[in-house]
């Protein structure tokens, strides 16, 4: 799979745009700093 459509696909599964859908958070790489202040 190309890197950019991986990506995507990690992104969604993490910060589905449907709130329904349960987040995976295994794939979430965003620093800590950065989550502190809402930035992902």
């Known amino acids: 799979m190309q890197k ?3 990506f995507a696909e990690i992104y ?3 910060f ?3 709130i329904d ?3 995976d958070y295994r ?3 965003t ?3 950065f989550a ?3 930035c992902y």
């Open 4 to 6: 950019n459509k991986a």
């Open 16 to 18: 589905p745009k449907d």
């Open 12 to 14: 969604n599964m993490t």
């Open 21 to 23: 859908v349960d987040n």
């Open 31 to 33: 620093p800590q700093s």
């Open 36 to 38: 502190d202040n809402d």
């Open 27 to 29: 794939f979430d790489i």
